[in-house]
């Protein structure tokens, strides 16, 4: 299975700065159809995890425009412009390329406001 | 707007089964694979298994192969986890989630209890 390793584990962070979260994969996130498969969650505390980016940079339907995605093949960053108070909580990098067998997620990262 | 709305918290001794579930609205539920996701108190996000619910195909982890099995009711719109042997390890916010190559619509959770 594809290991997610995302660093750091914990991310303090001053409003309004900007802030940046690796995630590593063990093998290529390439799939055979061209695309890769490597999206961004946000999970906020006492609520289910929410879609950020998906296919390395594509934003997803109401995220702010101060969230970006990059990488390729097996290194990704996603980018935060300018921290803002609601930024708080774990952001989870999660692989989807070896579907229909496995899906995996990294560790997760703790933001946290200075 | 599709949405995924799980049944109610569960308390479960040790050894027990549960069966959780997880209707999906809208018309698109036969095209997308359905996730199982669960978050133990503390801990990160860990995949338990997956459906499609139009052809009944599953996927699980190794971690989980011969304890989870995961169906589908199609005239209901659906899915369902059952998970057995239960210790005190499977404690957790169980999460389902649809997957559009992306997991874009997640369940609110469920919170499963194991305690004797």
């Known amino acids: 299975d594809i290991v997610m390793t995302q660093t750091p584990l914990s991310l303090p962070v001053t409003l309004g700065q900007p802030a940046s979260i690796s995630c590593r994969s063990s093998?290529?996130?390439?799939?055979?159809?061209?695309?890769?498969?490597l999206s961004w969650l946000h999970q906020r505390p006492g609520q289910p995890p929410r879609l950020l980016i998906y296919?390395?940079?594509n934003r997803f339907s109401g995220v702010p425009d101060r969230f970006s995605g990059s990488g390729a093949g097996t290194d990704f960053t996603l980018k935060i412009s300018r921290v803002e108070a609601e930024d708080v909580g774990v952001y989870y990098c999660?692989?989807?390329?070896?579907?229909?067998?496995?899906?995996?997620f990294g560790q997760g990262t703790k933001v946290e406001i200075k | 707007q599709v949405q995924v709305v799980q049944s109610g918290a569960e308390v479960k001794k040790p050894g027990a089964s549960v069966k959780l579930s997880c209707k999906a609205s809208?018309?698109?539920?036969?095209?997308?694979?359905m996730h199982w996701v669960r978050q133990a108190p503390g801990q990160g996000l860990e995949w338990v298994g997956v459906?499609?619910?139009?052809?009944?195909?599953?996927s699980y982890p190794q971690k989980f192969q011969g304890r989870v099995t995961v169906t589908r009711d199609t005239s209901t719109s659906t899915v369902y986890m059952e998970l057995s042997s239960l210790t005190s390890e499977d404690t957790a916010i169980y999460y389902c989630?649809?997957?559009?190559?992306?997991?874009?619509?997640w369940g609110q959770g469920t919170m499963v209890t194991v305690s004797s």
């Open positions: 296919k390395i940079s």
């Open positions: 989630a649809r997957d559009n190559h992306a997991f874009d619509i």
């Open positions: 459906i499609h619910p139009g052809d009944g195909s599953t």
């Open positions: 093998q290529s996130l390439v799939h055979s159809d061209g695309s890769t498969y």
């Open positions: 999660m692989q989807a390329t070896q579907f229909p067998l496995s899906w995996t």
């Open positions: 809208g018309d698109t539920f036969t095209t997308f694979y």
